[in-house]
C-alpha cells in the first residue's frame, strides 16, 4: 500500500528557510508524478507544487513561485519542498501526495515572529 512520510516542518521566522521531505514506499516511485499541497486553517487544502517522473517538468502556485522548489531523488524514493523567503501566508500543514489517492500526515510548518 501507498506510504508517504512528511519530514522537516517547524516554526521559521519570516525571511527564512525550511526543507520538506517526503519518503515514499508502496509503488514504483519513479513512475509517477508527486505533489505537495498544503492547507491552512480555515482554508481549503490547495496545490502548492508538482513535478513529473523524471524532475524535468515541475509547476507551482503562483504563490510560491521563485521562492520554493519542488525536486525528488528517484534512488530514494523522496521528494522535496525547498521553500525560501517564507512568509507568515505561508503557514499551513504540508502534505505530499501521491498516485491512488495517496496522501501524508502532514507537517506543521509556522512562520512567525
Known amino acids: 500500500q501507498v506510504q508517504l512520510v512528511e519530514s522537516g516542518g517547524g516554526l521559521v521566522q519570516p525571511g527564512g528557510s525550511l526543507r520538506l521531505s517526503c519518503a515514499a514506499s508502496?509503488?514504483?516511485?519513479?513512475?509517477?508524478?508527486m505533489s505537495w499541497y498544503r492547507q491552512a486553517p480555515g482554508k481549503e487544502r490547495e496545490l502548492v507544487a508538482g513535478?513529473?517522473?523524471?524532475?524535468?517538468?515541475?509547476n507551482y502556485a503562483d504563490s510560491v513561485k521563485g521562492r520554493f522548489t519542488i525536486s525528488r531523488d528517484n534512488t530514494k524514493n523522496t521528494v522535496y519542498l525547498q521553500m525560501n523567503s517564507l512568509k507568515p501566508e505561508d503557514t499551513a500543514v504540508y502534505y505530499c501526495?501521491?498516485?491512488?489517492?495517496?496522501w501524508g500526515q502532514g507537517t506543521q510548518v509556522t512562520v512567525s515572529s
Open positions: 501526495k501521491g498516485p491512488f489517492g495517496g
Open positions: 513535478i513529473g517522473t523524471g524532475g524535468g517538468s515541475r
Open positions: 508502496g509503488f514504483t516511485f519513479s513512475r509517477y508524478a
